[in-house]
């Protein structure tokens, strides 16, 4: 049982930020749950600053009278990133939701971390500019930063680990740190920016991202293709890549997945393996990638190609990949899901993705895969009933030899869902002991309290 706050730190608080403070039960545990396969950890209080003034008054406070903080934006996370492992303040930053500055002609956004991809992506609009980095989720800025969250365009555009030009961080002393200015690169010291796009709160509070912004492409087109099975697929995708095409979005979508999108989105695509493409360029440009992609598809049995040109009908595909974990939740009412991801070189694409397919036919699991394959990267979501512990153990033994398998093909545990209370007993056997180390140094010299989103990223020592 996590101590209670004191009545001190909670009258401080209370005369800082008013009704922006709740100790209510139900809204502590609604911040205390996600949809990781976890059980409930909810904190003792939730505050919901709207400055970076704020924040520093905030942590200060956590810090004089030895709070956990576990900072929140939109609860999209799948590896127990924002539940309060130890109690204590969760921060939630979503009312911290502005738009400082654009810079068009530099092609950068500086944001509060409460703005949404898609809120950013609206304002964006008339500029001609979009930002790339789409996980499916309405995620907020400030949380993508802290999980280097990643998605369906990063085989074009990259990660946010590419898209991040700076932050400011309120680190667990309570200072504002700049980690970079808006220059498009620099060799000035440490490269701080790095170290906190993809820290997972552990290392200070993200108030503030300059991000990268790439110009509307002039032409898009999208497609859908079925293929005789997942080794022919994913054979399309290396040899297309491996050809330097550059498609913007190349998705696997297996038979499971398939069957759960037709249901929900109401569409009849055949229960196959498919691939998922988006083209972005000029017309002409657009034109060559189709016609080399098709030709790639063809020589490896892929058949029934469908364009979606309009926005609208692009719209309608790239929704239905998008719903997908709800869909598969339908498949079995009532379940939760176990989700996990894994990123191999895209050489070992085809015997990682094949692999997994078997071993998870094998389970008698229902467990739709889909995956940004363009990069390595696929998820698989397996679906258990919480009251059957012979379930979820054979759901942990999938997850375990599925990473194992990446990791033997020099891949990683965790392509974008990042570590969390999941995956931490894989870090070691991916980075080694000694990189751990090195990271826990880190975290201990940054957050000597260990207050900062405590329990997460690395296993407890023995």
Request: proline content about 6%; charged content about 20%; hydrophobic content about 45%.
């Amino acid at each position: 049982m996590n101590a209670p706050l004191s009545p001190t730190f909670l009258a401080a608080l209370g005369a800082l930020l008013g009704d922006r403070l709740s100790t209510s039960e139900a809204v502590c545990r609604q911040h205390g749950r996600d949809e990781s396969i976890f059980a409930a950890m909810p904190p003792q209080a939730v505050a919901w600053p709207a400055s970076t003034d704020e924040v520093v008054a905030v942590v200060r406070l956590c810090r004089e009278h030895g709070v956990p903080i576990t900072p929140y934006g939109a609860g999209s996370s799948l590896e127990g990133h924002t539940l309060a492992a130890r109690g204590g303040l969760t921060l939630n930053l979503q009312r911290m939701d502005r738009i400082l500055a654009l810079h068009p002609e530099d092609l950068t956004a500086t944001l509060q971390p409460g703005v949404t991809r898609k809120a950013l992506n609206a304002a964006l609009r008339d500029q001609g500019l979009f930002f790339p980095i789409d996980p499916g989720a309405d995620a907020t800025i400030g949380g993508m930063c802290a999980t280097r969250a990643s998605g369906t365009n990063a085989v074009r555009y990259g990660t946010m680990r590419e898209n991040v030009v700076n932050l400011r961080v309120v680190t667990p002393e309570g200072e504002v740190v700049d980690t970079a200015r808006r220059a498009r690169k620099s060799a000035a010291g440490y490269d701080l920016t790095r170290l906190f796009v993809g820290s997972e709160g552990t290392l200070g509070v993200i108030v503030e991202a300059t991000v990268r912004l790439h110009p509307l492409p002039e032409h898009v087109m999208a497609a859908v293709c079925a293929f005789p099975d997942a080794h022919s697929a994913t054979a399309a995708v290396v040899q297309t890549i491996q050809m330097g095409v550059p498609v913007a979005r190349c998705e696997f979508v297996d038979p499971v997945a398939i069957r759960a999108i037709n249901a929900y989105s109401h569409l009849t695509l055949p229960e196959s393996p498919h691939l998922f493409f988006e083209f972005h360029g000029s017309e002409a440009g657009v034109k060559e990638q189709v016609d080399l992609v098709a030709d790639t598809v063809a020589e490896h049995g892929g058949q029934g190609f469908e364009w979606a040109a309009t926005p609208e009908a692009r719209t309608r595909l790239w929704e239905a990949r998008h719903n997908v974990y709800f869909a598969a939740l339908q498949l079995r009412p009532g379940c939760r899901s176990i989700v996990t991801d894994v990123c191999v070189p895209i050489s070992r694409l085809a015997d990682c993705l094949v692999q997994t397919a078997d071993d998870l036919k094998a389970s008698g699991l229902i467990a739709p895969m889909v995956g940004h394959v363009g990069d390595g990267n696929f998820h698989v979501q397996m679906l258990v009933d919480e009251a059957q512990p012979a379930e979820v153990h054979a759901a942990e033994a999938l997850n375990e030899r599925l990473v194992r398998r990446a990791l033997a093909m020099d891949g990683t545990c965790t392509g974008e869902h990042g570590i969390g209370l999941h995956k931490q007993g894989f870090l070691v056997e991916e980075v080694g002991s000694a990189g751990v180390d090195l990271m826990r140094r880190i975290k201990a010299a940054l957050d000597p309290q260990g207050l900062m989103n405590p329990g997460k990223v690395f296993a407890p020592l023995a």
